[in-house]
């Protein structure tokens, strides 16, 4: 992880929560936010330790993972431009449950946990927009466990996908066998047999890590109704560009 140059508000308000707020009171906020590059693989935070930073991701994308045992894992959320890395510091919890995994390269801005919280009790704007977010995230998690406990992997895969396609506003990225097989909670072969019987409907084309949808519209239509529900509650739609 590495400080990039102080970027202007305007790269700020790329991060759609942040864009939430009130002008006056992003302004206020701009002197804690400092700027990050994120890597690919980077563990923003790890269950059970404490969290000493909040991330507000601009072009890069970050998997959330539930763990069990410390070794087992299960993606139970993702979060892109349009929300953080940290909401649970707003409900008081000083840990996080979760393991943070970059999941795509890019920039984010970073502020202190402490800082933060601060800034949730002075800031009755911040506090509307974070519950906003955090109960769209709780519903994600708990319909991506249902999804996880009763659908077969092809369709959780191609659920997995589209939440990704979303997120990046791209039909092309990059993903290992490796990092789907522990967000999806399954060996690598199991991810290797539902990416080829995607591929041989001519739904993606996967090769190295390389993604590319080539029919999006088929590709719902494979996955399981959880894509359709955890789109309906994503934080890209839910969260208002201003408050009042």
């Known amino acids: 992880m590495n400080f990039a140059a102080p970027p202007p508000i305007a790269e700020h308000n790329s991060n759609l929560l942040l864009a939430a707020l009130p002008p006056q009171e992003l302004a206020q906020m701009l002197p804690l936010l400092d700027p990050v590059t994120v890597a690919v ?4 935070c790890e269950a059970g330790d404490p969290l000493r930073h909040i991330y507000f991701p601009h072009d890069c994308l970050i998997s959330l993972m539930g763990v069990a045992e410390g ?5 139970v959320g993702l979060v892109g431009r349009e929300g953080m890395v940290g909401a649970t510091v707003a409900l ?5 449950q979760v393991r943070a995994v970059v999941q795509r390269a890019g920039s984010a801005s ?4 402490n800082r933060f919280r601060a800034e949730v009790a002075r800031n009755p704007s911040l506090q509307r927009v974070l519950y906003r977010y955090t109960d769209t995230l709780l ?3 708990i319909q991506i466990a249902v999804c996880s ?3 077969v992997l092809e369709a959780r895969l191609a659920r997995s996908l589209l939440v990704t396609r979303d997120r990046l506003q791209s039909d092309k990225f990059h993903l290992t066998h490796e990092f789907l097989a522990h967000a ?11 990416a080829s019987a995607l591929q041989q409907q001519g739904l993606i084309n996967y090769s190295r890590g390389n993604i590319e949808i080539l029919d999006p519209e088929g590709l719902a ?3 399981c109704t959880c894509y359709e529900i955890v789109k309906e509650c994503s934080p890209v739609e839910y969260i208002p560009r201003t408050l009042p």
């Open 149 to 151: 406990r009763f659908h």
């Open 92 to 96: 008081g919890h000083d840990t996080t």
């Open 41 to 44: 693989g980077d563990v923003l």
């Open 71 to 75: 070794r087992m894992t299960l993606e």
């Open 139 to 141: 519903a994600q998690a």
């Open 184 to 194: 999806l909670g399954v060996r690598r072969v199991g991810v290797t047999k539902a």
């Open 110 to 113: 970073r502020m202190d946990s």
């Open 221 to 223: 239509t494979a996955s």
